[in-house]
């Protein structure tokens, strides 16, 4: 149709990023569950922690960061 703005095919496929990249560095992404980790590792050492541990890594995830 004449007038009619043409449409590019890539903008009608385009998919969100399933994995989207970190917008931080990983040392300055999630500093309340870092701090609450942290503290409980040297308070009472790592194997009393597992809690504050996965909430960091679970934190830094949803940052967009691949953590095991």
Known sequence: MPG???ISQTALT??????PKPKKNICCACPETRKLRDECIIEHGESACSKWIEAHKQCLRAEGF???
């Open 66 to 68: 691949n953590v095991l």
């Open 14 to 19: 385009t998919e969100p990023d399933s994995n």
């Open 4 to 6: 009619t703005p043409a």
